[in-house]
T-cell receptor
Framework: QQQVKQSPQSLIVQKGGISIINCAYENTAFDYFPWYQQFPGKGPALLIAIRPDVSEKKEGRFTISFNKSAKQFSLHIMDSQPGDSATYFC????????????FGQGTILTVHP | GAGVSQSPSNKVTEKGKDVELRCDPISGHTALYWYRQRLGQGLEFLIYFQGNSAPDKSGLPSDRFSAERTGESVSTLTIQRTQQEDSAVYLC????????????FGPGTRLTVL
């Protein structure tokens, strides 16, 4: 019940295209959903996060869409750039213990110039 | 402003040896977390320290794993009698008081058990 399932495992997109990564969860107690970006040899960095009181959050080219009834959320990267090539992780946290995040398996995104 | 630092960056050890991994959080951050990242996998929660509260150790995979934190400063993750399946990148993160959801990660320690 604590799992967060992420897909696809890898994604190749042309420059300027839209990258979409999906995550699904089972634990209805989760109420915080961040996305992390990780470059090779570096630790993950928080990219954008959403709470279930909204269905969408946009920051620049990055948008999270959240579907509470389906227990799914997704990351959309508009106008994808080669510099966006990285591994992306979704995660989920529970109200009283956000520190204990449950991560998805990761998606390796490659944006071709 | 220094970020989270971890040492060593790489550690190669022989099966059965003990290892200690160090994390220096961002100054003033009250919360500190350890995660394990196996090759090609997501991050696996290990342990969470929050101020003076008892740590949440629910993610530690076995009693060979332990962690300590001195006040709100450095933390050490110890793995005793290492096994080959312990090979992974061990990541530390910290967050400021009241913002446990905003975790800043260090670069990790890559542990290889031969």
């Amino acid at each position: 019940q604590q799992q967060v399932k992420q897909s696809p495992q890898s994604l190749i997109v042309q420059k300027g295209g839209i990258s979409i990564i999906n995550c699904a969860y089972e634990n209805t107690a989760f109420d915080y959903f961040p996305w992390y970006q990780q470059f090779p040899g570096k630790g993950p960095a928080l990219l954008i996060a959403i709470r279930p009181d909204v269905s969408e959050k946009k920051e620049g080219r990055f948008t999270i869409s959240f579907n509470k009834s389906a227990k799914q959320f997704s990351l959309h990267i508009m106008d994808s750039q080669p510099g966006d090539s990285a591994t992306y992780f979704c995660a989920a946290g529970e109200g009283t213990s956000y520190g204990k995040l449950t991560f998805g398996q990761g998606t390796i995104l490659t944006v071709h110039p | 402003g220094a970020g989270v630092s971890q040492s060593p960056s790489n550690k190669v050890t022989e099966k059965g040896k003990d290892v200690e991994l160090r994390c220096d959080p961002i100054s003033g951050h009250t919360a500190l977390y350890w995660y394990r990242q196996r090759l090609g996998q997501g991050l696996e929660f290990l342990i969470y320290f929050q101020g003076n509260s008892a740590p949440d150790k629910s993610g530690l995979p076995s009693d060979r794993f332990s962690a300590e934190r001195t006040g709100e400063s450095v933390s050490t993750l110890t793995i005793q009698r290492t096994q080959q399946e312990d090979s992974a990148v061990y990541l530390c993160a910290s967050s400021p008081a009241g913002y446990a959801d905003t975790q800043y990660f260090g670069p990790g320690t890559r542990l290889t058990v031969l």
